[in-house]
T-cell receptor, first 115, second 113 residues
Framework: EPEVTQTPSHQVTQMGQEVILRCVPI?????FYWYRQILGQKVEFLVS????????KSEIFDDQFSVERPDGSNFTLKIRSTKLEDSAMYFC?????????????FGPGTRLTVT | QQQVKQSPQSLIVQKGGIPIINCAYE??????FPWYQQFPGKGPALLIA?????SEKKEGRFTISFNKSAKQFSLHIMDSQPGDSATYFC????????????FGKGTRLSVIA
């Protein structure tokens, strides 16, 4: 069964450093999302991406964040200058756009630890 | 923006029991309500989802009940097993169309043998 994959599984970085989180969505999917989950809390939306551009973003997704689809398979989230409060699990999700796009499939996540 | 209120925050049941998790939503315009299951250190996995044109949907031991007039939907787990111990999240679409999901705060379920 196709699945969303993410790398790395765990990233430790120092405050102020740039990180890039990588995702490979399910191959025939058209809509891509990044969510994050601070330990023990609910899943929060960051940004959605369709047709090579951002379709929606939350207030969390400020100028420190950017997304890119550099080739036909990868989808990346970059945090330009990490802060302690960026420590969280980051999940990539994708959907095929059918059923209103609501059937979103999540990857296993990247645990980002900012020290 | 769509809000989703989930309860209870945690739940402990005996093996074989039927835990029930409830969610309430605000906007009646939207038409898809999924439940996700999350194990520690893993991503949320789509478990089951319902559209409001039906009042109930079953997949294996998992059942969603939907009450459109009350703007509520609930997850029932029949014959619960220790392997069902996980955190369960309800969600709803933020807007219409291909849209981000808004999640409830989650229910941590423990099924004890």
């Amino acid at each position: 069964e196709p699945e969303v994959t993410q790398t790395p599984s765990h990233q430790v970085t120092q405050m102020g450093q740039e990180v890039i989180l990588r995702c490979v969505p399910i191959s025939n999917h058209l809509y891509f999302y990044w969510y994050r989950q601070i330990l023990g809390q609910k899943v929060e939306f960051l940004v959605s991406f369709y047709n090579n551009e951002i379709s929606e973003k939350s207030e969390i997704f400020d100028d420190q964040f950017s997304v890119e689809r550099p080739d036909g398979s990868n989808f990346t989230l970059k945090i330009r200058s990490t802060k302690l409060e960026d420590s969280a699990m980051y999940f990539c999700a994708s959907s095929d756009g059918l059923a209103g796009g609501y059937e979103q499939y999540f990857g296993p996540g990247t645990r980002l630890t900012v020290t | 923006q769509q809000q989703v209120k989930q309860s209870p925050q945690s739940l402990i049941v005996q093996k074989g029991g039927i835990p029930i998790i409830n969610c309430a939503y605000e906007n009646t315009a939207f038409d898809y309500f999924p439940w996700y299951q999350q194990f520690p250190g893993k991503g949320p996995a789509l478990l089951i989802a319902i559209r409001p044109d039906v009042s109930e949907k079953k997949e294996g031991r998992f059942t969603i009940s939907f009450n459109k007039s009350a703007k509520q939907f609930s997850l029932h787990i029949m014959d619960s097993q220790p392997g069902d111990s996980a955190t369960y999240f309800c969600a709803a679409p933020q807007n219409s169309g291909n849209t981000p999901l808004v999640f409830g705060k989650g229910t941590r379920l423990s099924v004890i043998a």
